[in-house]
Nanobody
Framework: VQLQASGGGLVQAGGSLRLSCTAS????????MGWFRQAPGKEREIVAA????????YYADSVKGRFTISRDNAKNTVDLQMNSLKSEDTAVYYC??????????????????WGQGTQVTVSS
């Protein structure tokens, strides 16, 4: 599956952004999906994950209560709504698809398809 992410940008602390990822190829609803981020000088980390059905979600502690992951299997999209943004949320954000048949995972090594990344910059 190929992934295309969009929606990044520059926002002031406390503001909101919505990232969107569109998938093409493959069978979208056979893949758990996730959003990851990588800040300068830091390792890539998981932000949120969602199961194939959208019923099960996972959030990193640092974003819990502020970010919401959702998916629309009819449109082959997975979104990340980010509210109450902080300067420490500044990073390149990546959407990713788990291997076909892996319906939900938090393990980065289980994600085989990655979008190109979109920059999110939060100014304080």
């Amino acid at each position: 599956v190929q992934l295309q992410a969009s929606g990044g940008g520059l926002v002031q602390a406390g503001g909101s952004l919505r990232l969107s990822c569109t998938a093409s190829g493959g069978t979208f609803n056979r893949h758990g999906m996730g959003w990851f981020r990588q800040a300068p000088g830091k390792e890539r980390e998981i932000v949120a994950a969602i199961s194939w059905s959208g019923v099960t979600t996972y959030y990193a502690d640092s974003v819990k209560g502020r970010f919401t992951i959702s998916r629309d299997n009819a449109k082959n999209t997975v979104d990340l709504q980010m509210n109450s943004l902080k300067s420490e949320d500044t990073a390149v954000y990546y959407c990713a698809a788990a291997s076909s048949g892996v319906m939900f995972t938090r393990q980065m090594t289980s994600y085989e398809s990655w979008g190109q990344g979109t920059q999110v910059t939060v100014s304080s």
